[in-house]
């Protein structure tokens, strides 16, 4: 007769166990939340906060006045900060997300910690404006509600008694199926250099920022660049469609989406997507999976639990009701994947519980960068002495390697990258941005690498656009980045500019009766 440790371990081999499984999704999703919360403490304040560039006080203003009320405002943008937004508040609320993240990460997750990690990340979301208007940010709360139901309600332990219900790891197969075939479609349907397998040429210099291999990627022979893209439509078109399948198939479906995700994890610096991307397609895999590869402690709590497992009728029966929810919430974001019009990156409730997803449809030739410079001149022309602002993320310096910065993103670093492609009219918080660094403001002048003017204030800002190409690969002078200067892209401005001050007066940014100095 079997022993005992024999019997759960066959339960742990089984297709239907994921007690494992469970384990390491809500680990690697408590990192991302982590990440996240402590990009809010880092950059809240300067983006958002009272004296930020888009302060959220103006927005939450706006949105009420638009809507009708505080309460009409609260309903279509849920966040705890329609009740307080100060500065405190905004870091208080990152800094208790930040703490209750690395609980998770920690081991010990329930289902009422895991809302309020939800709630308090859908806060900044729904206030965080362009900011926050990243897919990746979508993605994270409808993982994190999905997550909410893998757990009992308050049973903290790592493996408590009751195993994860079924329905929501299937859920999580379905999130993994649309992110990877949304993001699939919107290529096939975008750009004709994704079609004919030519976009890797270019997308790892003009992706927003590149990392520490992406010009060892863009070198590679174009034969093997081919491949990196069929490797794509596997990942992407092929693999999706495999996640409910039977084991064996299934396995393979998550493996080549995880591996796929750890490629571009290693070509560039895409936020926390690619780390985000992969929780949903860790429920590909069971405990027989995980009971292999994992230690075999871990594994041995696991058999344990299994082994004194009770069910639990509450926590089935609300499975069963959030499958029917989000079953529903479904249609709109299943037709959009079908339709030949499909939008990338879009919510369709306001909980942003079930949303599309989708990027790089397009992918651009070449790289356009603003870089900001400042000078003590007393007339602001090309022959003044101008200093660069330099950026932590995005190339500046011709003479410096890319930095790995993902699963961490730098939010005016991505926001200046997409500033490049378009004009200064669409982007008008850069206005702000020059006045804050007239005035050596530190908490913009934080979201920069360093300060070139650290005992006072230029006299001067302008903003310039080059055009950066990655340099060969041992070059004589050492250099990572060739650039030829565009054209200038703000003209140069001083705190006295009086068109300066009228915008920045017309937007609230600075009071009515006179700048803030």
């Known amino acids: ?55 959220v006080g103006i927005y939450l203003k706006q949105v009420s006045d638009a809507l009708g009320s505080n309460g009409a405002g609260f309903t279509r943008l849920p966040s705890l900060f329609w009740l307080w937004h100060s500065d405190a508040a905004l870091l208080m609320a990152a800094w208790v997300g930040f703490v209750l993240s690395c609980v998770v990460v920690a081991g010990y997750a329930n289902a009422l910690l895991l809302a309020m990690l939800w709630f308090l990340y859908i806060s900044f979301v729904h206030v965080g404006q362009e900011w926050y208007g990243y897919g990746w940010e979508i993605q994270l709360t409808e993982t994190g509600f999905l997550a909410i139901f893998l757990c009992p309600l308050l049973d903290l332990r790592p493996f408590p008694r009751y195993a994860p219900p079924m329905p929501i790891i299937v859920l999580f197969r379905w999130l993994a199926f649309r992110i990877m075939l949304g993001a699939g479609l919107i290529k096939l349907r975008g750009d004709e250099i994704w079609r004919n397998s030519t976009v890797l040429y270019y997308h790892f210099e003009t992706q927003p920022i590149p990392g520490p291999l992406s010009r060892w990627f863009h070198f590679l022979p174009r034969p093997m660049l081919q491949v990196g893209v069929w490797f794509n439509w596997l990942a992407e078109i092929v693999a999706p469609f495999f996640v409910f399948w039977p084991r064996v198939a299934r396995h393979i479906a998550g493996a080549v989406i995880v591996l796929f995700q750890i490629s571009i994890i290693l070509s560039g610096n895409l936020s926390f997507l690619n780390w985000l991307t992969i929780v949903p397609a860790l429920a590909c895999f069971d405990d027989g999976f995980w009971s292999r590869i994992l230690p075999r ?50 919510s369709f409730d306001p909980l942003d519980l079930v949303n599309t997803y989708g990027a790089f449809g397009t992918v651009g030739k070449e790289r356009l960068n603003v870089v900001f410079e400042g000078t003590m001149d007393e007339n602001p022309t090309d022959q003044a002495n101008w200093k660069p602002y330099i950026y932590k993320g995005l190339p500046v310096a011709l003479d410096e390697r890319p930095s790995q910065i993902a699963p961490y993103q730098l939010r005016l670093d991505w926001q200046m990258w997409f500033a490049s492609m378009s004009s200064p009219a669409e982007y008008p918080w850069t206005v702000n941005l020059v006045w804050k660094l007239l005035h050596n403001d530190p908490g913009t002048v934080s979201l920069f690498a360093s300060n070139p003017f650290p005992n006072q204030p230029p006299r001067y800002i302008r903003a310039v656009l080059y055009r950066y190409s990655f340099a060969e690969p041992g070059n004589d002078q050492g250099l990572w980045w060739n650039r030829e200067r565009v054209g200038i892209w703000l003209r140069a401005m001083s705190a006295e500019d009086p068109q300066l001050i009228q915008v920045l007066q017309s937007a609230g940014w600075i009071p009515l009766d006179g700048p803030m100095k």
């Open 1 to 55: 007769m079997a022993s005992e440790s024999q019997r759960t371990t066959r339960a742990l081999d089984s297709s239907s166990s994921y007690w494992l499984t469970r384990f390491v999704m809500l680990r690697l999703l408590g990192v991302i939340y982590a990440v996240a919360f402590l990009v809010a403490i880092n950059q809240i304040i300067p983006l958002i906060g009272s004296n930020g560039l888009l302060p």
């Open 297 to 346: 402690r871990l594994v041995g709590m696991a058999e344990e639990a299994a082994e004194h497992a009770e069910e639990s009728r509450p926590l089935l029966t609300t499975a069963w009701v959030v499958t029917a929810l989000i079953a529903i919430l479904s249609i709109k974001p299943a037709l959009n994947i079908v339709s030949p019009g499909q939008i990338m990156n879009t």
